[in-house]
């Protein structure tokens, strides 16, 4: 019997999860919900939330809980996986909503390849989240800077 009160629970939960839009801490959803706003020209605001969501792959929304930062008038999210589904969704497709605090940002990601910009970002990501990365690691991740849609 408490089997099936395991079983049916988890159920619940997993259905509870799969109804939701947007993910559920580290469980991924689909479409973000919130607010639309215009492109911030600066990205202070971002400064003190620990978790930002991103959406990706526009056919059919996917999105994540991510550790963001902001370096002037842009704003960055990271990977240590390269291989990760919403990296690899942005291979594909690079249009993003970007969601913080209930507020949605339309734009698009672009794979960083300059090593000064990529010193920078991991520089910023280690102030803000105490985070290192492991010289065994440095060729594994990726970086994006996620830019205004084109008009």
């Known amino acids: 019997m408490r089997t ?3 079983n049916v629970g988890f159920f619940v939960c997993a259905f509870a999860t799969a109804a939701c839009s947007g993910p559920i801490g580290p469980i991924a959803g689909g479409a973000l919900e919130g607010n639309q706003q215009p492109w911030p020209q ?3 605001f971002a400064d003190d939330c620990e978790n930002v969501l991103l959406q990706t792959n526009s ?5 994540v809980t991510l550790w963001g930062v902001s370096i002037g008038k842009n ?7 390269q291989a990760t589904k919403w990296a690899t969704n942005l291979d594909n497709d690079p249009a993003i909503i970007l969601g913080i605090e209930g507020n949605l940002y339309a734009g698009a ?6 090593p000064t910009e990529i010193a920078e970002v991991l520089e910023k990501y280690s102030l803000k989240y105490d985070f290192y990365l492991e010289e065994s690691e440095e060729g594994k991740g990726v970086i994006y800077r996620l830019n205004p849609e084109p008009e």
């Not at 056919?59 to 999105?63: E, N, V």
Request: charged share 20%; glycine share 0%.
């Open 4 to 6: 099936l009160s395991l």
């Open 42 to 44: 600066q990205w202070e």
């Open 59 to 63: 056919a059919d929304p996917y999105s």
């Open 75 to 81: 704003f960055y999210v990271a990977s240590s996986d």
């Open 109 to 114: 990601a672009q794979r960083v390849a300059d």
